[in-house]
């Protein structure tokens, strides 16, 4: 195909003259392409998906509800803009309920449709060229890709098992310190499902002061905490000083595809979130903004859809150990992030955790995510359909067996 006349016009952020001719395919495209084959070349072999990133069920019926009623109300129908009151205050409520986090609806919560986009937006409030976003990898990069697409650069900060998946503060250079601006956080972590404690946030707000940046925590995984009362940045003293919390109805409302979620903490920081905002999009609809302050109120969601990816979690981890995998219980999200093998009983040796994941997707049809950014790990998601807890066990018991079989080494 011959390049059209504006081949030259493409913005060097994602390539310039080069863009759409870049060969090398990203890992989520090859897992993809993996599945496809798998079933392709077995179909008489069920495919075991510990791939998808998304939960497996429809928001709750009661949401779904006052969704089908707000959507024929007038008043609902124009722009929504920086969103309305209904919403926030319902934010403001369940912060208080949740997390004990005492927020200004008015003026301290706005928001987003959905978290990605105010991760996305984020930078546009801090980022000067030169500027610097420190990244905790792995991780989720989109708030790492607007600080480049506006001229700012990244510091990866690496997510360790010895440091309990906690960055070392202490580690980043002075000159690298001296022009960073913002420290995003994301605990619960994804992928590594490791909790951030109240003395790390402490030790983070005073690194904040410190070194005169601020921070960007993304909760985009909070509800999904086990064993223990979810802990929000903000509620601890002098978070609200140095920053903001990134909130989603994704992932612990089942309200992935709906889009919604808030930016809540520092004022004057929610204000200019806002205002970026303002000059990006015109507000989520607002019959799921008030949806989602329906769900917002009713806490027995959260719990339920947490119960059923903590079960799920508790399983898989017998499971995996069963077959010789190093791994435990994370603290929250619905992931569980896990050494790679480093080959097989049999000879066949995996150079990294991609190796052992194109492996086992071909070889098995047991999909997973690699993550080799710091260390060969497999990330295994519990968002698998099973219509049941038997289900459950049924492909647990299918997965126990293939891995039997293949022996891993580690
Ligand atoms: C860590 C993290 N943050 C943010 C998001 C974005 O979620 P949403 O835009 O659905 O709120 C995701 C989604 O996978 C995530 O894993």
Same mark, same amino acid.
């Given at each position: 195909?011959?390049?059209?006349?504006?081949?030259?016009? $493409?913005?060097?952020?994602?390539?310039?003259?080069?863009?759409?001719?870049?060969?090398?395919?990203? =890992?989520?495209?090859?897992?993809?392409?993996?599945?496809?084959?798998?079933?392709?070349?077995?179909?008489?072999?069920?495919?075991?998906? $510990?791939?998808?990133?998304?939960?497996?069920?429809?928001?709750?019926?009661?949401?779904?509800?006052?969704?089908?009623?707000?959507?024929?109300?007038?008043?609902?129908? %124009?722009?929504?803009?920086?969103?309305? #009151?209904?919403?926030?205050?319902?934010?403001?409520?369940?912060?208080?309920?949740?997390?004990?986090?005492?927020? &200004?609806?008015?003026?301290?919560?706005?928001?987003?449709?959905?978290? =990605?986009?105010?991760?996305?937006?984020?930078?546009?409030?801090?980022?000067?060229?030169?500027?610097?976003?420190?990244?905790?990898?792995?991780?989720?990069?989109?708030?790492?890709?607007?600080?480049?697409?506006?001229?700012?650069?990244?510091?990866?900060?690496?997510?360790?098992?010895?440091?309990?998946?906690?960055?070392?503060?202490?580690?980043?250079?002075?000159?690298?310190?001296?022009?960073?601006?913002?420290?995003?956080?994301?605990?619960?972590? +994804?992928?590594?499902?490791?909790?951030?404690?109240?003395?790390?946030?402490?030790?983070?707000?005073?690194?904040?002061? =410190?070194?005169?940046?601020?921070?960007?925590?993304?909760?985009?995984?909070?509800?999904?905490? $086990? &064993?223990?009362?979810?802990?929000?940045?903000?509620?601890?003293?002098?978070?609200?000083?140095?920053?903001?919390?990134?909130?989603?109805?994704?992932?612990?409302?089942?309200?992935? %595809?709906?889009?919604?979620?808030?930016?809540?903490?520092?004022?004057? #920081?929610?204000?200019?979130?806002?205002?970026?905002? &303002?000059?990006?999009?015109?507000?989520? $609809?607002?019959?799921?903004?008030?949806?989602?302050?329906?769900?917002?109120?009713?806490?027995?969601?959260?719990?339920?859809?947490?119960?059923?990816?903590?079960?799920?979690?508790?399983?898989?981890?017998?499971?995996?150990?069963?077959?010789?995998?190093?791994?435990?219980?994370?603290?929250?999200?619905?992931?569980?992030?896990?050494? +790679?093998?480093?080959?097989?009983?049999?000879?066949?040796?995996?150079?990294?955790?991609?190796?052992?994941?194109?492996?086992?997707?071909?070889?098995? +049809?047991?999909?997973?995510?690699?993550?080799?950014?710091?260390?060969?790990?497999?990330?295994?998601?519990?968002?698998?359909?099973?219509?049941?807890?038997?289900?459950?066990?049924?492909?647990?018991?299918?997965?126990?067996?293939?891995?039997?079989?293949?022996?891993?080494?580690?």
């Amino acid at each position: 195909m011959s390049d059209p006349y504006f081949q030259q016009l $493409f913005a060097q952020r994602i390539g310039r003259a080069n863009y759409g001719k870049d060969t090398e395919i990203y =890992k989520f495209e090859k897992i993809k392409r993996a599945k496809r084959k798998a079933l392709a070349d077995h179909p008489e072999r069920q495919l075991i998906d $510990f791939g998808i990133g998304e939960n497996d069920e429809m928001a709750d019926e009661s949401v779904r509800r006052v969704m089908a009623e707000e959507i024929n109300k007038p008043e609902n129908r %124009g722009y929504a803009d920086n969103g309305v #009151i209904e919403f926030k205050e319902a934010v403001a409520a369940f912060m208080q309920r949740a997390y004990g986090v005492t927020l &200004d609806a008015a003026t301290e919560v706005n928001h987003s449709i959905g978290s =990605k986009p105010a991760l996305a937006m984020l930078p546009g409030v801090f980022i000067n060229p030169g500027d610097v976003t420190l990244m905790t990898v792995p991780g989720y990069p989109v708030a790492g890709t607007h600080t480049k697409y506006y001229g700012g650069v990244t510091y990866n900060l690496p997510l360790l098992a010895e440091s309990n998946f906690l960055p070392e503060l202490d580690s980043i250079p002075g000159d690298v310190l001296a022009k960073a601006k913002i420290l995003v956080l994301c605990y619960p972590n +994804s992928p590594t499902g490791a909790l951030a404690t109240e003395d790390f946030y402490k030790r983070v707000i005073d690194f904040a002061h =410190k070194h005169q940046l601020i921070v960007v925590q993304d909760a985009a995984h909070l509800l999904l905490t $086990f &064993d223990q009362k979810p802990l929000s940045f903000l509620s601890v003293d002098g978070a609200k000083e140095v920053g903001v919390e990134v909130h989603s109805l994704s992932k612990g409302f089942d309200m992935i %595809g709906w889009r919604i979620g808030w930016v809540c903490g520092n004022e004057r #920081i929610v204000q200019a979130f806002a205002d970026v905002k &303002d000059n990006c999009d015109s507000g989520q $609809f607002i019959a799921i903004q008030k949806a989602a302050a329906a769900a917002l109120a009713d806490d027995s969601i959260p719990t339920r859809i947490r119960a059923k990816y903590e079960r799920r979690l508790q399983k898989l981890v017998t499971v995996l150990k069963d077959c010789g995998f190093d791994c435990q219980m994370p603290g929250g999200s619905y992931f569980l992030y896990t050494p +790679s093998p480093k080959g097989l009983a049999g000879g066949e040796t995996f150079a990294d955790g991609e190796a052992a994941s194109q492996y086992l997707i071909t070889e098995h +049809s047991i999909c997973t995510v690699p993550w080799d950014d710091a260390g060969p790990y497999l990330r295994f998601s519990v968002t698998y359909e099973a219509v049941d807890e038997a289900a459950e066990d049924a492909l647990m018991a299918e997965t126990a067996s293939r891995l039997k079989q293949i022996q891993p080494v580690f």
